[in-house]
């Protein structure tokens, strides 16, 4: 083991959570400064039609991003598994298993993505104006998609051995590139939506090969062979058991959030400058929850592969107890300092008053999807990822879907329908807290993994 991996079977839980989540929440804040100085730049030097073909496809390049964070979930659990068993043998196999699955993926996407491109965008309603700009930006973006599955593949495995802090440190370097690139190609030499796609590329070209240099030079235990990548059978199917679900979940989690936002473009401009806004807000309280779900998967991953279950429960609780202080802490902030926060967005007085209203109606009820993200990483973390993902489809999805089309026409209201949110976080917070004390996930985990069983641990 080298000083960059993270035994999670020893040390106090709180003290390793705070240590491998601070890492992850400032990974996706940079992630969010890399794309808001993206949109500065290209709207700053190539104008509002140059902007809106970039961003046009931001919403189709997000699912797949989140397809792919959720699949290296797959790896990222069997490796966390293994590794806190001390069984550096198969750490290896399912490291090359996965790499070799990333690459077949990457290419798959790349052909296909490339031939697609205006089929997606016109499926996407993209406006005929900004249609062939948007066409080239995504195409060339597609070219570099291998690098992008690669960089969430890796990231995933080195997450999965404790280390959160060089993806963090590879993702800042790759945002500099980014932000340079984009001057020079777009600024400099005049090369247009295809300078920032290319600009896009290379910095993500950085990022893989950053994580690809960081695990050919990781302790030899666990370190990257070129020559030993191949597709293990007996692990292959474990890493997709696991990882498809979680990536169709949050594929359909962004879905029905564009359900949402189709509703909410009806009720006028206004409100849909509002929702833009309080999104910039909101986006606070969604990186800091889910590197804590990030967190307790890894955590619980580790532990139940060394059958250490007391410290499983153990850890659970710390990461319930850290993620609600933190929850209310943010809460508490965004509605004390929300318009001041707004005014960084708009200087529009009837934006900021509408955004202040969403965010007084929205977010006390943060604290109820607590329960969903902390239990989802626990039962997902020892191998359980279809259960979660139904629960999350049937309570967040369908039913939030059902409330925007069924049941809010009935009040042609903004506030009723964006009650479609504290109220599927409710319910699927009690779900999966029933899930996680009735639903028998941990028996199953061990059956599957092949452990013999002990009742009253978790």
Known sequence: MDGSTMDMTRGKPWRLITAFAIPVLLSQVFQQLYNTADALIVGRFLGDEALAAVSSSGTLIFLIISFFTGMSMGASVTISRYFGAGDYARV??????????????????????????PTFLRWMGTDPDVLPEAISYFRYYFFGILAVVMYNTCKGIM??????????????????????????????????????ALATIFSQAVSALLVILALLHATPALRLHWRKIRLHGDLLPRIIRIGLPAGLQSVMYSLSNLVIQSSINRFGTDMMATWTAYGKLDSFFWMIISA?????????????????????????RTCLVMATVATLLVTGLLLTFGETLYRLFTDEEVVIQKGMQVLRLLAPFYCTYIGVEVFAGTVRGAGDSLIPMLMTLFGVCVLRVVWVTLIAPMKPDVTFMLLSYPITWSFTSILFIIYYFKGGWLERCERKAGYAHVDGRV
């Open 292 to 316: 804590f779900g990030v967190t307790i998967t890894t955590f619980v991953g580790q532990n139940f592969g060394a059958h250490k279950y007391d410290r499983m429960r153990k850890s659970i």
């Open 92 to 117: 290896s196999r399912a490291v090359h298993t996965n790499v070799l699955l990333a690459i077949l993926c990457g290419i798959v996407l790349t052909v296909f993505g490339v031939a697609l491109t």
């Open 159 to 196: 997450n999965a051995l404790g280390d959160s802090r060089r993806p963090l440190y590879y993702l800042v370097i790759s945002s500099i590139t980014n932000i340079v690139m984009d001057i020079v190609f777009v600024g400099f030499c005049k090369m247009g939506v295809a300078g920032a």
